[in-house]
């Protein structure tokens, strides 16, 4: 991945706030819990990217965290980043070979998906509208079809929103959104897809979409897993929805 000519100037603030997302450190990885809001990486209309503010963690030779995936600017959660070329180049082939597990929690609204849980195996195509990307389903013989799947599962049912795990197979651009969608079942909170921005008389301020956990093959050795807590905004709407007690037991479970 190119990396800028030069590093970009950071303020003590911005540096400290890079610093307080950090989930585990060590001489290969560098894992961290993104917020909502923060662009993993080109992200416009802010000061800084995830990407950029990595310069943080830069060693005296200039190498610093490279990005292995990317999350959506208004998705929160576990993001794994590599210290070293060798790690990112191992990473970077267990993602392409499927070897990561992602988690991801999501409230959407009205209801829960029939059947309660399930695989949505619905083809992709990309689809550009001025400066703005969408994913759209598509048929399989589509030109632009790019294989999607997504395996889901209800937790628990509350009042008109229903929280959902998901396990994406593939790792499309905007793919759960897409795919909860074609349920008809979008995901709180995500006005392209269809999602409410309203639930019991109370505004949703952004996506209800949490990456919660993610397992990987590390560069040291063996498999690790990290978690990340979700935030308050997110916690806030589950409890307004009536799903706080089914959160929190799926929190102590570490399901």
């Known amino acids: 991945m190119a990396h800028p000519a030069s590093p970009p ?13 950090v989930v ?103 689809d550009e509208q001025g400066r703005e990307a969408f994913m759209r389903i598509c048929e ?15 937790l628990a049912a509350g009042d008109g929103a229903a929280l959902m795990k998901l396990n994406p197979v593939t790792g499309r651009m905007h793919q759960l959104r897409v795919h909860l969608a074609a349920l008809d079942r979008p995901i709180v909170g995500d006005p ?15 996506l209800m979409l949490h990456a919660g956990a993610l397992e990987f093959p590390h560069p040291g050795g063996g498999t690790r897993r990290f978690e990340a807590p979700p935030p308050k905004d997110f916690c806030a709407v589950a409890r307004s929805a009536g799903l706080a007690e089914a959160w929190s037991a799926l929190a102590v479970n570490g399901q």
């Open 192 to 206: 392209r897809y269809g999602g409410a921005l309203m639930l019991n008389g109370e505004p949703v301020g952004r």
């Open 140 to 154: 399989p013989d589509h030109p632009d079809a790019e294989i999607a799947r997504s395996r889901y599962r209800t």
């Open 9 to 21: 100037r950071l303020s003590a603030e911005e540096i400290a706030f890079v610093r307080s997302l």
């Open 24 to 126: 585990h450190q060590d001489e290969h990885i560098l894992v961290l819990n993104k917020p909502s809001g923060l662009s993993s990486q080109g992200g416009r209309g802010q000061v800084h990217t995830l990407d950029e503010l990595l310069w943080a963690f830069a060693k005296s030779n200039s190498n610093r965290p490279r990005l292995i995936h990317r999350l959506d600017r208004d998705t929160s959660g576990v993001i794994l980043t590599a210290r070293t070329k060798p790690a990112a180049a191992m990473l970077g082939k267990a993602l392409m070979a499927r070897r990561f597990r992602k988690t991801y929690w999501a409230i959407v609204a009205p209801s829960p998906p029939d059947p309660a849980q399930g695989t949505v195996d619905l083809p992709l195509r990309r």
